[in-house]
């Protein structure tokens, strides 16, 4: 069961990075993304109430737990907007490759603050998944792809702030329950999004993209936000039921799903994305799929 709910993220984040390139191409060239990450605390902040409702225990938590919690979803929100900044600059199919970088980061924070270690069949799992989506990162010719170092930089500190995230979660979700750390870190997205709307360079980025774009933006951004939350929310979920380092792991596919639906996209529609349909390349990639495949059956 815990499988179906790990990989409902990569499924969902890969759909989502696509529509958050479109998103940036489309209506942020010329506009800050932190105005983005706004649309992602609003949906928190509706995801409150109904919470509140099926969860009253959430506001018995101490105070220390609270402050833990919201700082977690802070966290998230910053990773986020490293993520955003990174694809602005680069192609959907380079970045998403960067996020394995989260495995290894969750792996030694799992073990450092929930003592979790995997035994060697997960670790050799964990390596294939890990091993096939960096292999996506090599052209045919066998040269690395061309990223710059800024974007690096940024992806780096995404993950990083990505795995403390998650392990953070674990860590009070297990101690208090699931949904009152999922309502106190969507009060730290809130905090994050109130924070950039106390911005007046950001504010009148925000309202003006309103006033230009407003059913664009609502309906796409809405939708894409939604599909976030599927992901994150079941991901969250498989947190509590296998080692983080695991989930992280398998989160680790999206890539490979980035890929299928660039594909997918490239046949159906090719002004929103373009991926290479060479036998070679597919060749390449199914492969490389067949060993994450493997690697998952190891992990799990």
Same mark, same amino acid.
């Given at each position: 069961?815990?499988?179906?709910?790990?990989?409902?993220?990569?499924? +969902?984040?890969?759909?989502?990075?696509?529509?958050?390139?479109? !998103?940036?191409?489309?209506?942020?060239?010329? /506009?800050?993304?932190?105005?983005?990450?706004?649309?992602?605390?609003?949906?928190?902040?509706?995801?409150? $109430?109904?919470?509140?409702?099926?969860?009253?225990?959430?506001?018995?938590?101490?105070?220390?737990?609270?402050?833990?919690?919201?700082?977690?979803?802070? @966290?998230?929100? *910053?990773?986020?907007?490293?993520?955003?900044?990174?694809?602005?600059?680069?192609?959907?199919?380079?970045?998403? $490759?960067?996020?394995?970088? /989260?495995?290894? =980061?969750?792996?030694?924070?799992?073990?450092?603050?929930?003592?979790?270690?995997?035994?060697?069949?997960?670790?050799?799992?964990?390596?294939?998944?890990?091993?096939?989506?960096?292999?996506?990162?090599?052209? $045919? &010719?066998?040269?690395?792809?061309?990223?710059?170092?800024?974007?690096?930089?940024?992806?780096?500190?995404? #993950?990083?702030?990505?795995?403390? %995230? &998650?392990?953070?979660?674990?860590?009070?979700?297990?101690?208090?329950?699931?949904?009152?750390?999922?309502?106190? #870190?969507?009060?730290?997205?809130?905090?994050?999004?109130?924070?950039?709307?106390?911005?007046?360079?950001?504010?009148?980025?925000?309202?003006?993209? +309103?006033? #230009?774009?407003?059913?664009? +933006? !609502?309906?796409? &951004?809405?939708?894409?936000?939604?599909?976030? @939350?599927?992901?994150?929310?079941?991901?969250?979920?498989?947190?509590? @039921?296998? $080692?983080?380092?695991?989930? /992280?792991?398998?989160? %680790?596919?999206?890539?490979? =799903?980035?890929?299928?639906?660039?594909? !997918?996209? /490239?046949?159906?529609?090719?002004?929103?994305?373009?991926?290479?349909?060479?036998?070679? &390349?597919?060749?390449?990639? *199914?492969?490389?799929?067949?060993?994450?495949?493997?690697?998952?059956? +190891?992990?799990?």
């Amino acid at each position: 069961m815990w499988l179906l709910f790990a990989f409902s993220g990569p499924v +969902l984040w890969a759909a989502s990075t696509h529509i958050d390139k479109f !998103l940036v191409d489309r209506y942020f060239h010329d /506009s800050d993304t932190a105005v983005l990450m706004i649309f992602t605390a609003l949906i928190g902040v509706v995801m409150l $109430p109904p919470i509140a409702l099926l969860a009253p225990q959430t506001f018995s938590q101490g105070a220390a737990s609270i402050l833990v919690m919201t700082l977690s979803g802070i @966290l998230y929100m *910053g990773a986020m907007l490293f993520y955003l900044r990174a694809i602005q600059a680069e192609e959907a199919s380079v970045i998403a $490759p960067l996020f394995q970088t /989260s495995t290894i =980061f969750t792996l030694f924070l799992a073990y450092v603050l929930l003592g979790e270690i995997p035994n060697w069949r997960r670790i050799a799992g964990m390596a294939l998944i890990v091993g096939a989506v960096i292999s996506l990162t090599i052209t $045919p &010719n066998g040269r690395s792809r061309s990223i710059k170092r800024r974007s690096v930089a940024l992806m780096t500190c995404a #993950t990083f702030v990505v795995a403390l %995230s &998650n392990v953070l979660f674990k860590y009070f979700a297990v101690r208090s329950d699931y949904w009152s750390t999922t309502f106190w #870190t969507f009060v730290g997205e809130a905090i994050f999004g109130a924070g950039i709307l106390a911005i007046p360079s950001y504010r009148r980025q925000f309202a003006m993209l +309103l006033r #230009t774009n407003t059913s664009a +933006l !609502l309906s796409i &951004n809405g939708a894409n936000e939604l599909i976030n @939350l599927g992901g994150g929310l079941g991901v969250r979920f498989a947190l509590l @039921l296998a $080692p983080v380092a695991v989930v /992280s792991a398998i989160s %680790s596919t999206t890539t490979l =799903f980035v890929f299928v639906f660039g594909v !997918l996209l /490239s046949w159906l529609a090719p002004t929103i994305a373009r991926e290479d349909l060479s036998k070679g &390349n597919l060749l390449r990639k *199914g492969v490389a799929a067949a060993i994450a495949a493997t690697g998952v059956v +190891l992990a799990s």
